[in-house]
């Protein structure tokens, strides 16, 4: 049997699944207009089938999150790799909606499993590093796979093949190697019973969990309608008609983020989330003005200062929210914050959806950037008054 990766191989490793797991994700995003040309299908439809994803992504969270507390990491990480490789199966196969649907269902099932597992495990071995890690590897990860896959369905034969089969190489080559990952845990019982829904937040962890929640609603909200609406949104307002534009667009919001976390991790978790607050209010206000003077120029800067706050405003809230957790507590920590963020992700997108067909793509658009403005501002001023308010009791 081959030796155990060393650790900071294993961390590697693992950084880089949370990557691959994420640009999986994002990899559709770009895809959808080819195939609503394709099969017909309305913006509803297409937020529906966003929305299959990220519930089921919840309910692998709820349910399934804390086995690797009890089986112990890697036999769950490869667990999580053997079901995106089925649900990438299915998109290679995939010729209709519910087929579309089924492989949504599988990836999000994959996905929950994989960011908590990945996410605790990357603490584990580095638990000081491990909130950048796990706030930037998934950006990053969105990036690669927006882009990637809005290249190669403009420039490269097989669009809705090509992008999936290169996925399936490169997670069959990290199974390969996730097979000599060193346990971090030690198995005990009680499998069974994790496995009954529930969120955990430990009381030592709770003050920190609810001081991040509205920058956390606010940046994954931004999130998910521009995973699911976004790019037909940008070809409105540029003009392009290309995949590219949409990838692009996904692009520029999460690598500015992944950018921004990196340029700027020294920084306290408070100062983050006080930068990711103004940075997203600014970015979104720009992105509206866009939708009133149709501009390319400003709707790309307006998304690029919005992903600026989307990164450093999820560092912020990552590192508020696990400062005081316990090692035993990683995992179901990891699951409910990734519950809230997700279902910040998904339930507006979702309603932005059902609005789109009554109201329009761009009023609908404006109704949900002043939200998410809103939501920054809110926590812009919570921050400032936490700050006020140890001020004011150290001059006390």
Excluded at 55 to 77: E, I, K, Q, Y
Excluded at 170 to 177: P, Y
Excluded at 225 to 238: D, E, H, N, V
Excluded at 375 to 386: D, I, N, S, W
Aim: glycine share 10%; with cysteine; aromatic share 6%.
């Amino acid at each position: 049997m081959a030796l155990p990766l060393t650790l900071r191989s294993a961390l590697r490793l693992q950084a880089s699944l949370v990557l691959a797991f994420m640009a999986a994700s994002s990899v559709p995003s770009p895809l959808y207009a080819i195939y609503r040309a394709e099969w017909g299908f309305s913006p509803a439809t297409l937020t529906a089938v966003f929305a299959v994803y990220v519930f089921s992504l919840l309910l692998a969270l709820l349910t399934l999150a804390p086995l690797s507390d009890h089986l112990g990491r890697r036999p769950v990480v490869l667990g999580a790799i053997a079901l995106e490789l089925l649900s990438i199966a299915l998109f290679l196969g995939a010729d209709s909606v519910g087929m579309l649907i089924a492989a949504r269902l599988v990836q999000g099932a994959a996905t929950g499993v994989a960011l908590s597992v990945l996410g605790a495990g990357i603490a584990d071995l580095d638990p000081r590093r491990a909130p950048l890690i796990n706030s930037t590897a998934p950006l990053l990860g969105m990036c690669a796979g927006a882009l990637a896959s809005s290249l190669l369905a403009t420039y490269a034969p097989a669009p809705l093949r090509l992008v999936y089969l290169l996925l399936f190489l490169v997670l069959l080559a990290q199974a390969w190697l996730a097979w000599r990952l060193p346990e971090t845990v030690n198995a005990r019982p009680g499998v069974l019973r994790s496995l009954r829904p529930r969120l955990a937040v430990a009381p030592n962890a709770r003050r920190g969990f609810v001081r991040a929640m509205p920058l956390d609603i606010a940046v994954w909200a931004l999130g998910g309608y521009m995973l699911s609406l976004g790019p037909t949104l940008a070809r409105q307002i540029t003009g392009g008609q290309s995949p590219l534009v949409g990838g692009l667009m996904l692009a520029a919001l999460t690598g500015s983020g992944a950018l921004g976390s990196l340029l700027l991790r020294a920084r306290s978790a408070r100062s983050l989330m006080r930068l990711g607050s103004a940075a997203l209010a600014a970015g979104m206000g720009l992105v509206l003005a866009s939708t009133f003077m149709p501009s390319a120029g400003l709707f790309f800067c307006g998304i690029v200062v919005a992903g600026l706050g989307f990164g450093v405003g999820f560092l912020g809230a990552l590192r508020t929210v696990m400062a005081d957790a316990l090692p035993a507590q990683r995992a179901s920590l990891m699951a409910a914050f990734l519950v809230l963020s997700y279902c910040a992700f998904s339930l507006p997108a979702l309603a932005a959806g059902a609005a789109v067909t009554h109201f329009g793509l761009v009023a609908t658009a404006q109704v949900y950037g002043a939200l998410v403005m809103l939501l920054a501002l809110v926590a812009l001023l919570g921050t400032r008054a936490k700050a006020a308010l140890r001020t004011a009791a150290c001059h006390g």
